[in-house]
């Protein structure tokens, strides 16, 4: 929650920051840089479950949250090849640190709590978008300009807020303490401490041949369907919207401040999501298929409304803004209540992703993990070159069409588990 308070909200005001930016000798892009994030990324995917091995889970997490912190900070005194390199290593980072955290939740759950867990864990990380873009929606008030005062207090307090984060990861119980004397399974072999070189060796070979045994089994392939989808929605949600809110004059002077306000409202979705979905997942005698269904059909009815709203040309606007309009006048309060729906259909997905890869692979987690984040962030990736020079009706589409075929993917995979499920007598409910 800390570490991703100082992240989205750096995530969500990067271009429009920079944009104010372009004046000076300052030329990086924040789409560019977000397309190389995601780029390496995705790269990184194919290591992490070897990284993660070697150094256990909280270790793991820990140094990845230092490369967080350290890319938040360059954006206090921001330089063009600084901020690309940053770019790289915050990249590899990220694939370390989801790796890291899918093995330690599914390590802390068993089938009957993965669910719960999942939900736990998506409310508290999505909880960070509230919080940071709360000061960015007060301290931006009326704002038409972002000064190098208001960049500089900003980035600084999102780095110490980050680096809260990053200490908080040493508190995270060790998996020893979880399980019973004598209990074994995949995952405490990846963690088992071992001094030998050789024997850290084999378990990296080890992640990493099975990272790619699982990568083409029927399952998982029909589920990057679907995570491809949550890639292309992190990018238009956490990049694209909120730059498109800030380059609509027609907004006013609150145009700066809503970014901040929409934000809040992608985090007050998430967090509502991940609740519902997550801690009364018990109750849900159904499983997950209703959630995803309602996860796409939230999703579309906030497409539907943004390309009624924005103006096509708003993601890739000048610093001037645009001030053309759609097919309405454009509105803040349907702009902000497709943020709330865009953050509400989000968590219906990853929620359910979560649980499911949990589910199916409770015995090879962090391989299951690295894999659910390579193809989501190499789409994110595409998403983010892209958004450089697509209107935003085409972006629109692309999320329909990939959101569509991935929810048929995603109910496929469930049903096959729900049979299996209940060929070896257990209660469908429990998942």
């Known amino acids: 929650m800390f570490l991703f308070t100082a992240f989205q909200t750096c995530g969500n005001i990067a271009q429009t920051v920079i944009t104010n930016l372009n004046n000076t000798d300052f030329h990086g892009s924040g789409y560019t840089s977000m397309s190389i994030i995601y780029g390496v990324f995705s790269a990184s995917n194919l290591i992490s479950p070897s990284v993660v091995a070697i150094a256990g889970p909280q270790f793991s997490m820990v140094i990845s949250g230092i490369f967080y912190s350290l890319y938040i900070a360059v954006f206090i005194q ?25 093995n330690c939740l599914t390590i802390n759950s068993d089938e009957n709590t993965i669910g719960r867990n999942s939900g736990v864990f998506w409310a508290l990380l999505q909880s960070s978008l509230f919080f940071g873009n709360l000061y960015i929606y007060f301290a931006w008030q009326g704002k038409t300009h972002i000064s190098e005062s208001d960049r500089r207090t900003v980035f600084i307090a999102l780095t110490v807020i980050s680096l809260v984060g990053t200490v908080l990861f040493f508190l995270i119980r060790k998996q020893e303490d979880t399980k019973a004397p004598g209990e074994e399974d995949s995952a405490s072999e990846i963690l088992e401490d071992s001094s030998s070189a050789q024997n850290k060796m084999m378990r990296a070979v080890a992640a990493f041949k099975q990272s790619i045994k699982l990568s083409f089994t029927k399952e998982m392939m029909l589920l990057s369907v679907t995570t491809a989808y949550t890639g292309l929605v992190l990018t238009f949600f956490s990049g694209v919207y909120g ?185 469908y409910s429990s998942i």
Request: hydrophobic share 55%.
């Open 243 to 427: 730059t498109c809110i800030g380059a609509v004059n027609r907004f006013g002077s609150e145009e700066k401040s809503l970014i901040g306000l929409s934000g809040i409202f992608i985090g007050v979705g998430e967090i509502l999501g991940g609740g519902i979905f997550g801690l009364l997942s018990k109750n849900n005698r159904f499983g997950r298929n209703p959630v995803v269904m309602l996860g796409i059909v939230v999703h579309f009815i906030a497409f539907y409304l943004i390309f009624f709203n924005m103006p096509n040309d708003a993601p890739i606007a000048p610093m001037e803004g645009t001030d053309d309009i759609a097919y309405m006048m454009p509105s803040k309060e349907v702009a902000i209540f497709c943020s709330f729906l865009l953050g509400l259909g989000d968590s219906c997905f990853n929620t359910q992703l979560l649980s499911i890869l949990g589910f199916l692979y409770s015995e090879d987690s962090a391989p299951a993990f690295a894999i659910f984040k390579f193809v989501q962030s190499i789409c994110a990736a595409v998403a983010y070159f892209y958004s450089n020079y697509f209107l935003l009706q085409w972006q629109l589409l692309i999320m329909v069409v990939v959101g569509f075929f991935g929810t048929i993917t995603f109910f496929t995979v469930e049903w096959e588990a729900a049979a299996a499920l209940v060929a070896r007598g257990s209660d």
């Open 78 to 102: 921001p330089t063009t090849w600084a901020f690309y390199t940053a770019s790289v290593f915050i990249g590899i980072a990220a694939a370390v640190l989801w790796t890291a955290q899918g």
